[in-house]
C-alpha cells in the first residue's frame, strides 16, 4: 500500500475516533514554554488579539493576549486544545487515550515589516486507535502581515510533521517521508472569532 493511502486512513481514523473535550489537564508544566519578541520596543498589534480560526480544512485556532502571548491553540491533528507548557490528555471515542505534550511557543512581531512569525511546537504526542498508535511530534509556523480590523489574516503555513504508526502488522512505520524535514508548505486565512478584552 502506497504511503498517501496509509497516511489518509490513519489520519480518518483519528478524525473518525474524535478527541473529546479534555478530560482534565495534568498538573505538568514546562518552563520557558513561551517565548515573544516584539521588535523595536513596540506594543503588540491589538488587532490580533483575540481568538483567530483557520478557514477551510485546516482545525486551526490560536488565542493571542495583549502583551502578544499565546494562551491557547487549537492544532490541526485530533482538533486538540492546548495550552503552553501543559500536557493535555484526552479520551478518545472508542476507548484509549491521547497525550499531547507542547514544546516551546514562539511569537515574533516586527513593528517594520508588520509581520507576524508564530512558531508552535508539539514535542511529542500518543494517540490510542482501534488499530494500533499513532506517535510523533510536529512543529508548525505560520507568517503573515497584520491584518487591519475586520480583515482575514493571510498566512504562510509552514508544517514539519514526524509521525510513527505502530500496528501488530507493523510496529514501527513511519508516515511522513524524509522530505517533510523540509516542511510542508501551504497559504491558509485566519478568521478572527472573539475578541479578547
Not at 79 to 89: A, C, H, I, N, R
Not at 161 to 184: C, M, Q, S, V, W
Request: glycine letters at 10%; proline letters at 6%; a positive charge.
Amino acid at each position: 500500500m502506497k504511503y498517501p493511502h496509509i497516511c489518509l486512513i490513519v489520519m480518518l481514523l483519528l478524525t473518525l475516533s474524535g478527541c473529546q473535550p479534555a478530560a482534565h489537564q495534568l498538573k505538568q508544566t514546562k518552563e520557558n514554554a513561551m517565548t515573544v519578541i516584539i521588535e523595536d520596543g513596540n506594543d503588540f498589534p491589538q488587532v490580533l488579539v483575540g481568538t483567530w480560526k483557520a478557514q477551510g480544512k485546516s482545525d486551526w485556532e490560536l488565542t493571542f493576549e495583549p502583551d502578544g502571548k499565546i494562551s491557547s491553540v487549537v492544532i490541526s491533528l485530533g482538533k486538540v486544545k492546548l495550552k503552553p507548557g501543559q500536557v493535555t490528555e484526552i479520551p478518545m471515542k472508542g476507548g484509549g487515550k491521547g497525550i499531547f505534550e507542547p514544546g516551546e511557543f514562539l511569537v515574533h512581531y516586527s513593528s517594520v515589516s508588520k509581520e507576524l512569525l508564530v512558531k508552535i511546537n508539539l514535542d511529542y504526542f500518543y494517540t490510542q486507535l482501534p488499530g494500533g498508535v499513532l506517535e510523533g511530534k510536529s512543529t508548525d509556523v505560520f507568517v503573515g502581515k497584520i491584518p487591519n480590523k475586520g480583515q482575514l489574516w493571510q498566512v504562510e503555513w509552514t508544517s514539519f510533521p514526524h509521525y510513527i504508526a505502530r500496528t501488530k502488522t507493523n510496529p514501527n512505520f513511519k508516515l511522513t517521508k524524509d522530505e517533510y524535514e523540509r516542511g510542508l508548505l501551504k497559504t491558509i486565512s485566519f478568521e478572527k472569532v472573539i475578541n479578547n478584552k
